[in-house]
C-alpha cells in the first residue's frame, strides 16, 4: 500500500534543510496534484513561509526550473531572498496587497495556501489570485479542516461553504438551470484538509447541451416512468394530463410538488446519510 514514504513531496520535505511542520496525508495529495509539474518552468506561488523549510522543498520537488515565490506576513522571511526565492511581505486577507503581488510576479500556474488559515484570508487570497491563475494551471487551499473548527471565524463564512457555493456556480452551468455560474473554475477537487480549484476558462465557458451518438435506436423503456412510488404516480398523472400541462409555467411548480410528495418515504430510506 502507498504512504508518505513512498511519495516524491515526502523525500524533497526531508531533504530541506530548514524546518517544516506537516501532516502525514498531505504528501500523497500533493504528488497527486503537483506531479505533473515537475521539471516545468512554472511560477509557483506559496502563501506561508514561516521558517523557509517549504520553499526548499518545492524547490527540490519541482526542480530547478521552477521560480518559487513565498508570501507572509511576516518581514523576516524577505531574507530568503538570498537563496534566489522571490519574497512578498503583507496580509493575504487585504485585496490591495494581493493586487500589488500580481502586478510584480504576473501569471502563476500554481498557488498553495499554507497561511493563517481563517475564511478571510483563504477566500480572499482565492478570490484576489484566480483571475491571475494561467488556464491548466490550480489554486491549493490547505488545512482546510479548520472550517470546522472554532477560532477561524463565523459560522456560515467558512471556506468549505464557500467552496459548496462554488460547487453550485459550476453545476449552474448545465443549460437547464442558469443563474450565475462559473466561469474560470472548471472543476474543484476535495481532500482531507486540501481543496483544489482546478482553473480553465475554456472549459468552464463551454455550453452544455445534449449530444445523440446517433446508433440505431431500439425503443428502449425509461423504466422510471413504471416506478411505483406516489411520485412517480403523480408524475404519470401529470404527463398524462393535457389540461395540466398545457397551463403555463406549471411543469416546474408540479415538479417540486412531486418532490414534497415524495419527501417522507425518501427520508425514511436515505436521511441516515445526510447526518
Ligand atoms: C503554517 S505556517 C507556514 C508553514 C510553511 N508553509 C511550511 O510548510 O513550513 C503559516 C505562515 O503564515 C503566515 N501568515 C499568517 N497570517 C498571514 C497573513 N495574514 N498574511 C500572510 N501570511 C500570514 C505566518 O506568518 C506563518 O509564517
Known amino acids: 500500500m502507498r504512504s508518505m514514504y513512498d511519495t516524491a513531496s515526502y523525500a524533497a520535505y526531508r531533504k530541506s534543510p530548514h524546518r517544516s511542520i506537516k501532516h ?20 509557483f506561488v ?29 518581514p523576516n522571511a524577505k531574507k530568503w531572498e538570498a537563496e534566489g526565492f522571490e519574497i512578498h511581505i503583507g496580509s493575504q486577507s487585504d485585496p ?51 472550517s470546522y473548527q472554532a477560532g477561524f471565524g463565523p459560522r456560515g463564512y467558512s471556506f468549505i ?9 459550476i453545476n449552474r452551468r448545465f ?26 476558462r475554456a472549459a468552464s465557458n463551454r455550453v452544455s447541451e445534449l449530444t445523440d451518438n446517433g446508433g440505431a435506436h431500439d425503443n428502449a423503456l425509461d ?7 406516489l411520485a412517480a404516480k403523480l408524475a404519470r398523472f401529470y404527463e398524462g394530463s393535457r389540461v395540466i400541462k398545457a397551463l403555463p ?10 418532490d414534497v410528495a415524495a419527501r417522507p418515504k425518501l427520508a425514511a430510506r436515505i436521511g441516515r446519510y445526510f447526518r
Request: aromatic content about 12%; glycine content about 10%.
Open 24 to 43: 502525514s496525508t498531505y504528501f500523497e495529495t500533493y504528488d497527486a496534484l503537483f506531479g505533473r509539474y515537475r521539471g516545468q518552468p512554472i511560477t
Open 175 to 200: 443549460h437547464e438551470l442558469g443563474g450565475k455560474t462559473e466561469k474560470r473554475v472548471w472543476s474543484v477537487q476535495v481532500f482531507e484538509s486540501i481543496v483544489a480549484f482546478h482553473v480553465d
Open 46 to 74: 506559496e502563501v506561508g513561509v514561516l521558517g523557509g523549510g517549504s520553499l526548499f522543498m518545492w524547490r527540490e520537488f519541482l526542480g530547478p526550473q521552477a521560480r518559487i515565490v513565498g508570501v507572509d506576513l511576516n
Open 96 to 146: 490591495a496587497f494581493w493586487r500589488d503581488v500580481v502586478a510584480k510576479v504576473g501569471p502563476m500556474d500554481v498557488v498553495l495556501d499554507d497561511g493563517g488559515h481563517t475564511f478571510e484570508q483563504q477566500i480572499v487570497t482565492t478570490e484576489a489570485l484566480i483571475d491571475n491563475i494561467r488556464d491548466g494551471g490550480m489554486l491549493v487551499v490547505e488545512d482546510t479542516h479548520t
Open 223 to 229: 423504466f422510471r416512468y413504471i416506478d411505483d412510488s
Open 249 to 258: 409555467d406549471v411543469r416546474p411548480v408540479v415538479k417540486r410538488a412531486l
Open 161 to 169: 461553504t464557500y467552496v459548496a457555493r462554488m460547487m453550485d456556480r
